[in-house]
Structures are given as structure tokens and as C-alpha cells.
């Protein structure tokens, strides 16, 4: 069974309170309604089942007995989402179920009662990376105390896309056609830092943002090395470090020229899009140690943004040459390339600065860089 199946038949009433922000998303009820099907009706199971969906860092671990947090959740799962929903499908406890507007598109209209609602402390239970490892469930990863659970940064709330396509009159463009109106992100006070820093930049330079698009924060997980003697290591997701954005929602005035009301990393090829995204790019280097691409081919739906855990970088590291070059060609200073990368950079640099290539180091460097990426988010 799948969501477009869902969207034609006799569930389709729901689908549109569901995305209206009551708390389940369209994906969760496909699970559930799949598992009914399939002869489940063990209330339990089925709140299980969606409550570790909405939780893999989890990696299905049981609640425990103090995991207060987690205990209500699950049992609001239970209440007003699984019942309603074998009682007769009539919805979540309180929802109307009439007939949902045509399909959310990215000129769609939030809903007026999903308000984000306060930032609150929180914690993460340890557990066992087996997502994206060479070596699924060697790596343990941490509990990490004083998170954050937030639904808003700033006041600027998040969404969650969960289906982009091209549409008729998006001119070829993909644009988010189903959402989460409200998604609760945790992380780190740093991340909330940088992404405060993130969004001041982007109204300083003309570019206020309605809503951050968000594809998920903490995660446990591993990234994969090219060392056969320590094949995995822990993602910064791991330890509430690190936040994947899909891209931005403009308000209706006073926003950038952009032909789509969002900007989206998917829309990466297209020349008009490309110009923004180069500029939310830029001020995501201003706010954050690491940023990376569509530069990466396994990063061309988000950017991943981090603080390093509060350590620094190498300022021209793999990951940043390739924007470090678009950012200079953007300001007139193309790299010219004679097969060394590093050193290729750090003349364009030099051009661009007027400071001597072999004077770029450390602060420097960064300094320069920071001018560079300034100077690209203010689209000059």
C-alpha cells in the first residue's frame, strides 16, 4: 500500500487533517494503515510501531522506567492517533474529517493552529549506531543531556517535507508538495547558536526566512571511512551536533526574487535557484564550523550543517573546496587550476584579498574566507 494509493481512497479524508499538524504524519499512517491490513490490531504493537518510526535513534530500544518524555508520547500515540483509528478511522480524538484542499504546495498556507510551540529541555538515551555503518552495531553512541527539543528557532519554525515533485506552473521546478506543518528538531545549545547566527545573516542580507525545511537532527548514526582499521566513526548527528536543512520558506513580501516560494537544495542546477542557494550557503558558513553540499553527490537534497563539537576545522578542507571555488568565481575570481587543489584556492584567494598566498593560514584564512562568503551572501 502506498500514499498515493492512500490519497484515492477511502482514507483520503484524513490525509489532509494529518497534514494540517495534528501530530501524525501522512508516512505514519500509511504504516499503520498497512499494518492493519495485514491483520495487526494489537494497539500496542501499532503505537510501537509508530512511536520507534519517529524515534531510530532509539534502534527500538524498549521505554524505560524514568523515561517520563517518552512514556507520554507513547501513550498520546495510543490515545489519539492509534484508537480513533481502529475504532473506525475516523481520525485522530478532536479532528474533523472532512475533505481535504487540493495537494500542499510550496505557495501553501500553514495551517493557523499548528504554532510552534516552546523550546524545552530534553535528554537522549544511549544506543547503538547501525544506520549508514560498515560495521552495523559495534559503535555505541552516547546519551546526550542538554538537548534541546525545539519546534522554532527564533520564532522562524520548522517544517518537514515529506514529499517534493514538480507540479503544473513550478516552471520545471521540484517543489515540497506534502509536509509536517510542525517538527520538533533536538539538538545542542551551540546548534541553536549557529542557526540563530544562520537566520540574522539571512535577514542582515535581505533574505528573512518564513520557515527552516528541515530533513532531521539527532540521529544516531555512522559515517563511513576509507580506514580498514576504523571503517566507522559516529556523525555529529550522534551527538545532537548537527542539523540537515532541505532549504527555506520565503514570507510573501519582502523576501528575495525567487520563482518558487521555497528554495530548495534539489533545485540545485537551476541557474536562478543556484544564486540563492550559493547565498544560503554562504551565511550557513558564517554560522557554522561545517557545511556540506551539493558539491557532495549524496548531499543534493540538504545541506548538513554542524559545530565540530566546538573544534575547529582545516579551513580548506575536502568539503570546502568546492564551494571556496564557486564562491570565487561568483566574486570574479575564478581558480585556476593546475592540478593542486589547495595551493590552485589559495592564489584566487590571494587575488581576491590582496593578502599573499603564502601568508594564508590559520586566522588568517579564516578571515579571508569569512570576508569571501560575506561578500557572496550579500549577492554583491
Given at each position: 500500500m502506498s500514499y498515493e494509493t492512500l490519497d484515492h481512497d477511502r482514507s483520503a479524508p484524513l490525509l489532509g487533517e494529518f497534514e494540517r499538524g495534528t501530530g501524525f504524519s501522512p508516512w505514519e499512517l500509511v504504516r499503520v494503515v498497512s499494518a492493519v491490513a495485514q491483520g495487526t490490531r494489537d494497539e500496542n504493537a501499532l503505537t510501537s510501531l509508530v512511536f520507534h518510526q519517529r524515534h531510530p535513534e532509539r534502534g527500538g530500544a524498549a521505554i524505560r522506567r524514568g523515561e517520563r518524555?517518552?512514556?507520554?508520547?507513547?501513550?498520546?500515540?495510543?490515545?489519539?492517533?492509534?484508537?480513533?483509528?481502529?475504532?473506525?478511522?475516523?481520525?485522530?480524538?478532536?479532528?474533523?474529517?472532512?475533505?481535504p484542499s487540493s495537494a500542499s504546495t510550496a505557495s501553501a498556507t500553514a495551517p493557523s493552529d499548528v504554532a510552534p510551540r516552546p523550546t524545552r529541555s530534553c535528554a537522549a538515551p544511549g544506543g547503538v549506531a547501525r544506520t549508514k555503518c560498515t560495521r552495523p552495531g559495534t559503535l555505541p553512541c552516547p546519551a546526550v543531556t542538554g538537548l534541546l527539543c525545539a519546534e522554532a528557532v527564533d520564532g522562524v519554525p520548522f517544517?518537514?517535507?515529506?514529499?517534493?515533485?514538480?507540479?503544473?506552473?513550478?516552471?520545471?521546478?521540484?517543489?515540497?508538495?506534502?509536509?509536517?506543518?510542525?517538527?520538533?528538531?533536538?539538538?545542542?545549545?551551540?546548534?541553536?547558536?549557529?542557526?540563530?547566527?544562520?537566520?540574522?545573516?539571512?535577514?542582515?542580507?535581505?533574505?528573512?526566512?518564513?520557515?527552516?525545511?528541515?530533513?532531521?537532527?539527532?540521529?544516531?548514526?555512522?559515517?563511513?571511512?576509507?580506514?580498514?582499521?576504523?571503517?566507522?566513526?559516529?556523525?555529529?548527528?550522534?551527538?545532537?551536533?548537527?542539523?540537515?536543512?532541505v532549504g527555506v520558506r520565503w514570507p510573501e513580501r519582502g523576501g528575495p526574487p525567487s520563482a518558487v516560494r521555497e528554495t530548495i537544495v534539489h533545485n540545485w542546477t537551476d541557474p536562478g535557484q543556484r544564486v540563492l542557494l550559493r547565498r544560503i550557503d554562504a551565511c550557513l558558513r558564517l554560522s557554522f564550523e561545517t557545511v556540506?553540499?551539493?558539491?557532495?553527490?549524496?548531499?543534493?537534497?540538504?545541506?548538513?550543517?554542524?559545530?565540530?563539537?566546538?573544534?575547529?576545522?582545516?579551513?580548506?578542507?575536502?568539503?570546502?573546496?568546492?564551494?571556496?571555488?564557486?564562491?570565487?568565481?561568483?566574486?570574479?575570481?575564478?581558480?585556476?587550476?593546475?592540478?593542486?587543489?589547495?595551493?590552485?584556492?589559495?592564489?584566487?584567494?590571494?587575488?581576491?584579498?590582496?593578502?599573499?598566498?603564502?601568508?594564508?593560514?590559520?586566522?588568517e584564512l579564516r578571515r579571508v574566507l569569512r570576508a569571501l562568503f560575506t561578500r557572496v551572501a550579500a549577492g554583491r
Amino acid at each position: 500500500m502506498s500514499y498515493e494509493t492512500l490519497d484515492h481512497d477511502r482514507s483520503a479524508p484524513l490525509l489532509g487533517e494529518f497534514e494540517r499538524g495534528t501530530g501524525f504524519s501522512p508516512w505514519e499512517l500509511v504504516r499503520v494503515v498497512s499494518a492493519v491490513a495485514q491483520g495487526t490490531r494489537d494497539e500496542n504493537a501499532l503505537t510501537s510501531l509508530v512511536f520507534h518510526q519517529r524515534h531510530p535513534e532509539r534502534g527500538g530500544a524498549a521505554i524505560r522506567r524514568g523515561e517520563r518524555g517518552a512514556a507520554e508520547e507513547w501513550l498520546a500515540i495510543r490515545a489519539t492517533v492509534v484508537r480513533p483509528l481502529l475504532a473506525g478511522g475516523t481520525g485522530p480524538a478532536g479532528a474533523s474529517t472532512s475533505a481535504p484542499s487540493s495537494a500542499s504546495t510550496a505557495s501553501a498556507t500553514a495551517p493557523s493552529d499548528v504554532a510552534p510551540r516552546p523550546t524545552r529541555s530534553c535528554a537522549a538515551p544511549g544506543g547503538v549506531a547501525r544506520t549508514k555503518c560498515t560495521r552495523p552495531g559495534t559503535l555505541p553512541c552516547p546519551a546526550v543531556t542538554g538537548l534541546l527539543c525545539a519546534e522554532a528557532v527564533d520564532g522562524v519554525p520548522f517544517h518537514y517535507p515529506e514529499s517534493v515533485r514538480a507540479v503544473p506552473g513550478s516552471g520545471g521546478l521540484l517543489v515540497v508538495t506534502r509536509r509536517q506543518w510542525r517538527r520538533e528538531q533536538r539538538f545542542t545549545a551551540p546548534v541553536q547558536d549557529a542557526m540563530s547566527a544562520f537566520l540574522r545573516n539571512m535577514r542582515g542580507f535581505g533574505m528573512p526566512v518564513e520557515a527552516i525545511l528541515t530533513a532531521g537532527s539527532l540521529y544516531c548514526r555512522c559515517v563511513k571511512r576509507s580506514d580498514p582499521a576504523k571503517p566507522d566513526i559516529l556523525s555529529n548527528h550522534s551527538y545532537g551536533d548537527a542539523l540537515d536543512l532541505v532549504g527555506v520558506r520565503w514570507p510573501e513580501r519582502g523576501g528575495p526574487p525567487s520563482a518558487v516560494r521555497e528554495t530548495i537544495v534539489h533545485n540545485w542546477t537551476d541557474p536562478g535557484q543556484r544564486v540563492l542557494l550559493r547565498r544560503i550557503d554562504a551565511c550557513l558558513r558564517l554560522s557554522f564550523e561545517t557545511v556540506i553540499d551539493y558539491y557532495r553527490s549524496d548531499h543534493r537534497d540538504h545541506f548538513h550543517c554542524d559545530t565540530n563539537r566546538g573544534r575547529a576545522g582545516h579551513p580548506l578542507m575536502t568539503v570546502r573546496l568546492g564551494f571556496t571555488r564557486e564562491a570565487l568565481r561568483a566574486v570574479g575570481h575564478p581558480v585556476t587550476s593546475t592540478g593542486h587543489p589547495d595551493a590552485d584556492v589559495l592564489r584566487a584567494l590571494g587575488a581576491f584579498s590582496g593578502v599573499a598566498a603564502a601568508s594564508l593560514r590559520d586566522a588568517e584564512l579564516r578571515r579571508v574566507l569569512r570576508a569571501l562568503f560575506t561578500r557572496v551572501a550579500a549577492g554583491r
